[in-house]
């Protein structure tokens, strides 16, 4: 079939080799046995030996993918982060970051995916190690946040990057994330289930709404909110109307 030669064709993306798939599998295997080590032996009780085992590896090969225990244990929130920021990459060139941010985490409908996640910043809160790791994580999407939108802005020759604004705006979604994440442990501690799950989705939908109104303080005496209406389902307006010279259509 002819490629389109129109210019706002976006090319199609080339399927994995089976190098890619293998390698992504082997991945896959370490992040889930060192979470299920996590889970049964504790933070600090297991050894890249102990994850290459279950996982069904060599020691070697388990450091031509992560650097330390710490690594791979923080490879599951990278997994969501990246799974987000793919969602992310797939909106409009011409829409708003932020707007952007938001329906990157609503199209994770489905609660049981932050649940990897979830069981993991529950797991890692009493050691200050993987809490670290886990801040290194959320940093690191950061950057790939900043860098997402320079690609947006290759596709959207008319936008103008600010430097500062796009900075400022990547660190805050990242921090309305982690501020999600504390208080919903704050209020369901290690409980996983799906009622839990859902209030964390809620709780991040919730947080980009509250950056996207200019963190107008939520009323009181209001009715609780609802996926449909949230503060994040009424925030496009004035995110879109902000003054943000990098994103102008």
Known sequence: MPTSTSPDAVPSAVPPSRRELNKAATRQAISDSTLELLRSQGPGNFTVEDIAESAGISRRTFFNYFSSTEAAIASVTHGFLDTALEQFRLRPADEPILESARAALVELADPMTVAPMAELFSLTQASPLLARSELEAWDHCTEQ??????????????????????RALAGSVISCGKAAMEVWFSRCGTDLSAESLSILRQLLIDSMGLLGSGFAAPSRNG???TLQDSPSSRFQASASSA???????
């Open 145 to 166: 946040i900043i860098a997402a939108a320079r690609e947006r802005a290759a596709q959207n020759p008319a936008a103008e990057m600010d430097e500062l604004y796009l």
């Open 223 to 225: 009715p609780s909110t």
């Open 243 to 249: 003054p943000h010279s990098s994103e102008r259509s």
